[in-house]
């Protein structure tokens, strides 16, 4: 019945860029969840200090070997690592013995632009 | 001994803005107990939904009775709001029969602050 081979699929909201600053418009439920997974991963105070060490290291990648260093045992660092992978906020790539984590852009920004907008203090 | 009667006190670190981006500098490990609390605040979803609608409401203030229709019962409302006052992300003023909350800008910043300098995507 189409006059297309083109199936136009439903866009995904994993790739859609969210969402408006809280302070232009509330969230939709489906966006909440969402978001809120994201902070969840980082509402634990070793997992966000493992964030901002594969954030803020030289090139924007970190091997977990520079980064483990935070006071917990190394089960408990992978065990972080892993929470933070799942919830989209890190990617990692082996390469030979080293696992190499990097922030992944798209969710950085989407929690930094929720939270834009109110202004500088 | 002093020749003056001015006493200087430390800065109080729930003054002091807070922090660099993590894109930057590692967290400091006082400094990711504070955040990660409030990023804690915001990792439920009905939490991060009430939060947005204070947020975004007119005049960046809204009564309970305005944001309260998120689908869970009026004392779990509550709660929750207890919860993100607890945290520093809202304050509250009784008027009358109802309560309204605000969003504290300096919480909102410092978390924005601390997320942005990902660039765009």
Redesign the interface.
């Known amino acids: 019945m189409s006059n297309s081979s083109v199936v136009e699929l439903p866009v995904l909201q994993e790739d859609a ?1 969210c969402c408006p600053p ?6 939709s ?1 489906a966006d ?2 969402r ?3 994201m ?2 991963a ?8 493992l ?3 594969v ?2 290291h030289e090139g ?1 990648e970190a091997c977990v070997c520079d980064i483990q260093d935070v ?1 917990v045992s190394q089960p408990t660092v992978s065990h972080h690592l892993k929470k933070l992978r799942e919830a989209g906020l890190l990617s990692s790539e082996r390469r030979g013995t080293w696992v190499y984590y990097r ?1 992944e ?2 969710a ?2 989407a ?2 632009g929720l ?7």
């Open positions: 860029p809280v302070t232009s418009a509330a969230l439920e909440s969840v978001m809120a997974a902070f969840k980082l509402s634990d105070p070793v997992r966000l200090r964030f901002s060490r954030a803020s924007g006071g922030v852009p798209t950085l920004a929690m930094a939270l834009a907008g109110g202004g500088a203090v």
